[in-house]
């Protein structure tokens, strides 16, 4: 089976504060996404890459930067947190580039920011 | 208009009903199509995918897509109360390479 880790399962952090959301597959998959997930707003595309030092933006990069140095790793960076930015954050990934790719999620991440 | 859109319910079915969840979307040039199931406070978790216009049947499920008309619907058959949960639609869809775009999902709750 494909696993999907993300490192914490709760986070809370403090206004101001630079937080590290880690996510690792172990199938070797070329694909990596980050997307938030909150109420009556489903869930939203932040970044993604399709390779190692590749990444594009998604709908709502602002705030968010992404580091992607080996292909199992893909890790969401908020440089400056702030309450807007409470949420919960799932990482997936596809294993190839292409219109039929199936995404396998990990178990998320909730993030308070106080 | 959103890209992928779906009624966000709650949609009640009793327990041996045939429970019919729908999603449209935009894109005309989007290719494939997927249904995933979200219990609360976990993650999304793939049940069905469709690629072609017409019926796909895996169980209980039934994927249905029609591009010309832009829909796409998932069907229960016999629902459980173990189903009760939020189904979300994605599309995938090219911009510049590959990404999935997801409908805000229906709750959906199968009464016993």
């Known amino acids: 089976d494909v696993k999907v880790t993300q490192s914490s399962r709760y986070l809370v952090k403090r206004t101001g504060e630079k937080v590290f959301l880690e996510c690792v597959q172990d199938?070797?998959?070329?694909?990596m996404f980050w997307y938030r997930q909150d109420p009556g707003l489903g869930l939203r595309l932040i970044y993604f890459?399709?390779?190692?030092?590749?990444?594009e933006k998604g709908d709502i990069p602002e705030g968010y930067s992404v580091s992607r140095e080996k292909k199992e790793r893909f890790s969401l960076i908020l440089e400056s947190a702030s309450t807007n930015q409470t949420s919960m954050y799932l990482c997936?990934?596809?294993?190839?580039?292409?219109?039929?790719?199936?995404?396998?999620f990990g178990s998320g991440t909730q993030l308070s920011v106080l | 208009q959103k890209e992928v859109e779906q009624n966000s319910g709650p949609l009640s079915v009793p327990e041996g009903a045939i429970a019919s969840l729908n999603c449209t979307y935009s894109?005309?040039?989007?290719?494939?199509f997927f249904w995933y199931r979200q219990y609360s406070g976990k993650s999304p978790e793939l049940i069905m995918s469709i690629y072609s216009n017409g019926d796909k049947e895996d169980g209980r499920f039934t994927a249905q897509l029609n591009k010309a008309s832009q829909y796409v619907s998932l069907l229960i058959r016999d629902s459980q109360p173990s189903d009760s949960a939020t189904y979300l639609c994605a599309v995938n869809i090219r911009s510049g390479t590959y990404k999935y775009i997801f409908g805000t999902g229906t709750r959906l709750k199968v009464l016993a």
């Open positions: 199938m070797d998959h070329e694909n």
């Open positions: 890459s399709y390779d190692v030092k590749m990444k």
């Open positions: 997936a990934s596809s294993p190839n580039r292409g219109a039929y790719e199936k995404l396998f």
């Open positions: 894109d005309r040039g989007s290719q494939s």
